[in-house]
């Protein structure tokens, strides 16, 4: 999902940590993060992160959370927007062709921060409330292409499902082979999908 | 991925020790499994499980490695069989709309298990040659669904992977939420994708 600057308006302190704790991810990854080691990417004093969180999972769960917010208020559907270049254009960031190694290890952090939820209940429930979020993210973009004449009348809830799973499944697929995974073909399908099954057609 | 009996032709020790890991992996996850957990389940000394095996890890990509050989010898592409059939078979079972608990369990500890593969090379070269696997055997019956006619000259391995990276997200979704992602959507759009995209028109 979109990764971008956590620290919006949130309080100082709390937005360095956070920052902190997404460097550390991407250098340590879920399996080697601790609490000293997100400390090494934080400028202030230690004893601030226990002060707030406590444990490792309590932090790493904060964090989910803050970019959930922060997806939530910072990238609305427009409904003056052509919804296709809307889905398009999150289609583009989400199905990147090639991923820099810092985004690279990022996701592969969020597939092992994920991968916890079968056991732990607070990483079950940001999983579930965070997909609960992308899918209506998508479903808006999809009614507002519905609205626009755009698209077909599908069921949006439905197509929407569709594609976020889709999305992460090439987020499992990259993180977890050696290259195995073709996302340009994965592209090219769904955009065949988006074009037989969603736009309306225009002759 | 289709479970079935690990044991088919192995030594039956081998055979015994992976349907202990198995019912382990069930019963605990990965998170919670231990050889000691495994040896509870397990007929005989446990000592053969030392002999060996190095360690869990070990252990578990030498039971997944089982799964595959079990799959690649069991279930071949049928060129005799209509080619739409098995592919609605192939995603009635790994789209099922319900799952048993022992079914559910096993998926959620195969989903912590391909979580390791960011930062085990052992994991990630199991999943990178289980998606090839897949891979080819869904695209098999895509060529041969374009040799029987009913299915458009599609690019089979392009469209192998956007059905394989549903199915993958299908899996992550359902093991890592409550109960947030609808199945029966999925299969639905998809079912549309493969009639829009896929099918030769009757008419």
Redesign the interface.
């Known amino acids: 999902m979109p990764v971008s600057d956590p620290s919006h308006e949130m309080n100082e302190t709390q937005a360095a940590l956070m920052r902190a704790t997404y460097e550390a991810l991407c250098k340590h ?1 879920y ?2 993060i601790t609490i000293q080691r997100i400390g090494d990417e934080f400028p202030k004093s230690k004893s601030l992160i226990y002060q707030h969180h406590a444990g490792k999972d309590e932090l790493l769960v904060a964090f989910l959370e803050t970019m959930i917010e922060h997806f939530e208020t910072e990238i609305p559907v427009e409904d003056s927007i052509d919804a296709r270049e809307q889905l398009q254009s999150l289609l583009d960031h989400l199905l990147a062709p090639t991923l820099d190694e810092e985004r690279y290890e990022f996701m ?2 969020m ?2 921060l ?7 209940e607070a ?3 940001h ?2 409330k965070s ?2 979020i992308f ?1 209506e993210h998508i479903a808006d973009i999809l009614r507002t292409g519905i609205e626009q004449g755009i698209f077909r009348s599908v ?1 949006p ?3 929407a ?2 594609l ?7 987020m ?2 990259r ?8 996302i340009s ?2 592209r ?3 955009d ?2 988006i074009q ?2 969603l736009l309306v057609d225009e002759n």
Chains 1, 2 share one sequence.
């Open positions: 990854g399996a080697n592969s952090a597939t092992e994920r991968a916890q939820a079968p056991h732990n990483y079950r429930n999983f579930t997909d609960r899918h069921d809830d439905r197509t499902e569709l976020l799973t889709t999305i992460d499944g090439s499992l697929r993180t977890t082979t050696e290259g195995s995974v073709d073909a994965v090219h399908e769904l065949a999908f037989c099954r």
